[in-house]
């Protein structure tokens, strides 16, 4: 199973500042996904980030507001930019688990990280 | 509509209680399914994905129904540990990112 690491934990931010959040993967992996969970509800996907190529972004979410990057195979970051308190939120990274896979599903286990909480005043 | 649809509870059980979760889904396009289990304060987590002839994990069963788009997780003999929110999750076709419902908080009491 792959072990996930998120920086910071939490975070108390002034509005119009940005927050960059770094996620570290214990082993190589092609994809690494960006969630956001708001208090009281699931996750939402937010983007999806391969190595080497620019981040895939979910409707309702720009490039401009969440950059992410993704300098290599085992880590990622991104940036909430110009925050907002409606940008008071968990964000988690994930990754899909590369050596495991069910005999009758095609998708593998996908791992969190523990998240990064925020609040934005 | 919600892509992913869920009860959102609570339920308060007894201990040794047996409850059903119920989940449903609106894109026929869905691929693979799975029931997540989220403590408070953390990162969700695999319980069990869901196969399509149904498949039991000790006190856990889940079902799929993938003419009427529905999925059950049964949890046999509630334990208190058992206590946190349960996510349906569906993946789609052609998409690696997981879509996830909203949860349903499951509260074991003694």
């Known amino acids: 199973s792959a072990v996930i690491s998120q920086k910071p934990s939490r975070d108390i931010c002034q509005r119009g500042t940005s927050l960059t959040i770094q996620c570290q993967v214990d082993s190589q992996v092609t994809m690494m996904f960006w969630y956001r969970q708001q208090p009281g509800q699931s996750l939402t996907l937010i983007a999806t980030?391969?190595?080497?190529?620019?981040?895939?972004?979910e409707s309702g979410f720009v490039i401009d507001k969440f950059p992410i990057s993704r300098p290599n195979l085992t880590f990622s970051t991104l940036t909430v930019s110009n925050m907002s308190p409606e940008d008071s939120s968990i964000y988690l990274c994930?990754?899909?688990?590369?050596?495991?896979?069910?005999?009758?599903?095609?998708?593998?286990?996908?791992?969190f990280g523990p998240g990064t909480r925020l609040t934005v005043l | 509509r919600k892509e992913v649809e869920q009860d959102p509870g609570p339920f308060n059980v007894p201990e040794g209680a047996t409850v059903a979760f119920n989940c449903t889904y609106s894109?026929?396009?869905?691929?693979?399914f799975f029931w997540y289990r989220q403590d408070c304060r953390k990162e969700p987590k695999l319980l069990m994905s869901v196969y399509s002839s149904g498949n039991e994990d000790g006190r856990f069963t889940a079902q799929l129904n993938r003419a009427s788009q529905y999925i059950s997780l049964l949890i046999r003999d509630s334990k208190l540990s058992d206590s946190a929110t349960y996510l349906c999750v569906v993946a789609y076709t052609g998409r690696r990112a997981l879509t996830f419902g909203s949860g349903t908080r499951l509260q074991v009491q003694p």
């Open positions: 994930s990754v899909e688990d590369q050596t495991s896979g069910g005999a009758f599903s095609s998708y593998n286990e996908q791992f």
């Open positions: 894109n026929s396009a869905s691929q693979s």
């Open positions: 980030a391969n190595q080497g190529s620019e981040a895939t972004y």
